[in-house]
C-alpha cells in the first residue's frame, strides 16, 4: 500500500497570506490527523477528521482550519499567516487494530512564513 | 506543562549493544503508547506501541516496556544498529488512540556509532 502523502512538501509564503496543504491518508483508513512541529514546542496537535467530520481539536487559534473529503483526503488551511507559523506540517492517517488506532504519518510540508 | 517528557536530549551507544530510550507521563488516563523514529526532513516513523493492559510488547529487535505505577515507559533495542539512528519520540493517548491528538514528548536523538 502506498503511505501518507502530502503536497506540496515545501512552501514559503509571507505574512497575512494563507495556506492550503493536501493529505491523502493510506488508502482504507478513514481518520485523517495533523500536527504542528517546531523546535521549542516539538509535535502538536492540530485536529482530527474522520468521515468528513471534525472529531477532535487541539489548542490552536481559529486561522487553522481543516476539512476532509469523502474520499478521506484532507486539507489543512492556515489563514492570516504569522511568522510564528512557520514549522513542519504532518498529516497522519490511522488504522484501528485490536481496537486501537495507530497513527501512520506522512512526510511532512515544511512552511516557511516571510 | 509536559504530559509526556523524555528527560534524554540525547544518547551515544556501540553498534550491537542495547539502547534503552525512556518516557515518562503525567495523565493517569492515558492507555495507550507509541513510539516513533524520526529522520530529518522525513515523518515520523511508527515503530512500537502498547496497550496499558499490558506490561511489554516485543517486535524484533525493538520491546516496549510498560510501568504503570510509575508513569514510565522504556523502548529497549538490541542489538543496536548504525541504521537506528535518530531522533525517537514516545507518545501517548487516551481512548485508545482514537481521535487523534497524540501527546508527544521532545524526542531522544539516538546515535549509534560502528
Known amino acids: 500500500k502506498a503511505g501518507v502523502t502530502q503536497t506540496p512538501r515545501y512552501l514559503i509564503k509571507t505574512r497575512g497570506q494563507q495556506v492550503t496543504l493536501s493529505c491523502s491518508p493510506i488508502?482504507?483508513?478513514?481518520?485523517v490527523s495533523w500536527y504542528q512541529q517546531t523546535p521549542g514546542q516539538g509535535l502538536q496537535f492540530l485536529f482530527e477528521?474522520?468521515?468528513?467530520?471534525?472529531?477532535n481539536k487541539g489548542n490552536f487559534p481559529g486561522r487553522f482550519s481543516g476539512r476532509q473529503f469523502s474520499n478521506s483526503r484532507s486539507e489543512m488551511n492556515v489563514s492570516t499567516l504569522e511568522l510564528g507559523d512557520s514549522a513542519l506540517y504532518l498529516c497522519?492517517?490511522?488504522?484501528?487494530?485490536?481496537?486501537?488506532?495507530?497513527?501512520?504519518f506522512g512526510p511532512g510540508t515544511r512552511l516557511l512564513v516571510l | 506543562d509536559q504530559q509526556v517528557k523524555q528527560n534524554s536530549p540525547s544518547l551515544s551507544v556501540q553498534e550491537g549493544r542495547i539502547s534503552i530510550l525512556n518516557c515518562d507521563y503525567t495523565?493517569?488516563?492515558?492507555?495507550?503508547f507509541l513510539w516513533y523514529k524520526k529522520y530529518p526532513a522525513e515523518g515520523p516513523t511508527f515503530l512500537i506501541s502498547?496497550?496499558?493492559?499490558?506490561d511489554k510488547n516485543e517486535d524484533g529487535r525493538f520491546t516496549v516496556f510498560l510501568n504503570k505505577s510509575a508513569k514510565h515507559l522504556s523502548l529497549h533495542i538490541v542489538p543496536s544498529q548504525p541504521g537506528d539512528s535518530a531522533v525517537y519520540f514516545c507518545?501517548?493517548?487516551?481512548?485508545?488512540?482514537?481521535?487523534?491528538?497524540?501527546?508527544f514528548g521532545k524526542g531522544t536523538k539516538l546515535s549509534v556509532k560502528p
Open positions: 488508502s482504507g483508513h478513514r481518520s
Open positions: 477528521y474522520f468521515s468528513e467530520t471534525q472529531r
Open positions: 497522519a492517517s490511522s488504522l484501528v487494530l485490536a481496537g486501537q488506532e495507530t497513527q501512520y
Open positions: 495523565n493517569s488516563m492515558f492507555d495507550y
Open positions: 507518545a501517548a493517548s487516551e481512548w485508545g488512540g482514537s481521535q487523534g491528538n497524540l501527546i
Open positions: 502498547i496497550s496499558s493492559i499490558k
